[in-house]
């Protein structure tokens, strides 16, 4: 620093005309380009009545201007010309903004945001309270509401649409839970029903099928019954032709005995007519009902089916989960044993996950888990299936892959995990993933094969980490 004393820049008092000192004419130092005097400025709050202290370099300028007149406050601003300098790193900045100006920043690559990791691990509420609201929207978009719950929801979503503080969350999350509560309580009284209601129709249709039955076997006694008139009936007539003395007589019994058997045959028809009648009403009723059923059924299937995808998606990471994981292997392992062809598990294991959580908290790993998944599922064929086993694994399933293919694939997994550029304030951070191999061989059970991978896994870790073993 120079020797030189600093100039204390005060606010001036107010002076008469007389008092000011006449400045001499004869150096005329304006004449000559002044040179610019660096002046360094720290960014501090003053007071009205605060001096500030402003060194200036030694020579006849400064020397000159010191004895010239008392210096004003706005004679320190720099010349007009240069703008004056913006010091942003010397402002401290809440975390929140800090946050936002960071994902805006458009000379920030947009790699370093995807991967950064969360500064802090304890955000505030208004950090985090779009994303609350946002799945407590979704939430409320995936549930199946009855009619009468459907008020209660929309009053729901038009709060959280309009925002919520933190002493709003509470009781709208009490709300929630009620109403969740309700549309179980509610849907279980609906299937209830629906089981009633189709135990009803089914006795019903029981009842319409014994009707049926009944009505063909009053068909079968009608057409006895039938046969045995129109045997009396020619009975009759045979006899009648005998006793008969003349043709006038015997035309006469032949007659009567004719109509007997028209009218006979024309009563059984109508019998016969009616009871087709009703049994055509019947089994129209029966299949209307049947396709009532069958349509109320198909919806509860589609609707169960809906709920069980959903039951299999692990919601952190959107892959599949272990019970997604249990009916896909069951189903491979029956192929592999039906066909004959290769079957290979590899089992996943993010190394010192633990650490993560520890030192960058428990939002920066999730994040990693997110970023994870998405890498593994972009970089897989569309035969494979990976799941979250849970945790920080990850199991896979690679059928119809001889054993050199499959090396290749999980290597590269491996080695674009450990390619992600993760970061946490500018630090890198790396992570990296240990992989176990193993193939389904004649006679294995798929609990055998799971142990052997796992087994190769703790090898992978034992060898150091971040790489691949078979098992």
């Known amino acids: 620093m120079p020797s030189q004393a600093p100039i204390a820049a005060v606010s001036p008092p107010v002076l008469e005309q007389a008092q000011v000192p006449e400045p001499e004419p004869a150096p005329r130092i304006e004449d000559e380009p002044p040179e610019p005097v660096p002046a360094q400025l720290e960014p501090v709050a003053l007071a009205a009545n605060e001096a500030v202290s402003v060194e200036a370099p030694p020579g006849p300028v400064a020397e000159a201007a010191v004895e010239a007149a008392p210096l004003n406050p706005d004679e320190l601003l720099p010349v007009p010309r240069v703008p004056p300098a913006v010091l942003l ?3 401290p900045l809440p975390a929140v903004m800090a946050e936002a100006l960071a994902a805006i920043d458009p000379e920030q690559p947009e790699q370093d945001v995807l991967y950064a990791l969360p500064d802090s691990p304890e955000p505030s509420y208004s950090s985090v309270a779009k994303h609350i609201e946002d799945t407590l929207l979704g939430l409320l978009d995936d549930l199946s ?4 719950h459907r008020p209660q929801a929309e009053a729901m979503r038009d709060r959280l649409q309009h925002g919520l503080n933190w002493y709003e969350l509470l009781p709208i999350l009490d709300d929630l839970a009620v109403l969740m509560l309700a549309i179980t309580d509610s849907g279980q009284h609906e299937f209830e029903n629906y089981l009633k209601h ?8 029981q009842s319409n099928l014994q009707a049926a039955s009944d009505g063909h076997a009053d068909s079968h006694s009608a057409a006895r019954a039938m046969d045995t008139q129109i045997r009396e009936q020619v009975d009759g007539l045979q006899s009648s032709v005998q006793d008969a003395a003349d043709l006038d007589d015997l035309k006469q019994v032949l007659e009567s005995h004719l109509e007997g058997l028209l009218g006979t045959m024309d ?14 009403a019947r089994l129209q009723s029966l299949a209307e009902r049947v396709s009532s059923m069958e349509q109320e059924a198909q919806g509860y299937r589609e609707h169960l089916e809906e709920q069980r ?3 299999l998606i692990d919601p952190l990471t959107g892959l599949p989960n272990r019970a997604a994981w249990s ?15 290769s079957l290979l598990l590899a089992m996943l294991d993010l190394d010192h996950f633990k650490r993560i959580n520890d030192n960058y ?4 790993g999730d994040k990693v888990l997110k970023i994870i998944a998405t890498v593994l599922r972009k970089r897989l064929r569309g035969s494979d299936f990976i799941a979250r086993f849970g945790g920080e694994e990850f199991v896979l399933l690679m059928p119809d892959t001889p054993w050199p293919a499959g090396v290749r694939l999980v290597e590269n997994l491996r080695a674009a ?10 630090e890198p951070v790396t992570i990296t993933v240990s992989v176990g191999l193993s193939a389904f061989k004649a006679g294995d059970r798929s609990e055998l094969v799971i142990k052997r991978a796992d087994q190769a896994l703790y090898r992978a870790k034992d060898a150091g980490r971040n790489r691949v073993e078979a098992g």
């Open 327 to 341: 009916e896909r292997l069951e189903h491979e392992v029956a192929q592999w044993q039906q066909h004959g062809n």
């Open 417 to 426: 995990i450990e390619a992600c550029p993760f970061h946490f304030k500018g």
């Open 309 to 311: 995808q959903k039951a």
């Open 198 to 205: 189709l135990n009803e129709r089914l006795e019903a249709f």
């Open 361 to 364: 908290g428990h939002l920066a």
């Open 267 to 280: 009563q059984h028809q109508q019998q016969r007519e009616e009871r087709e009648k009703e049994v055509a």
């Open 89 to 91: 790193d010397s402002l």
């Open 145 to 148: 509401l009855p009619e009468r």
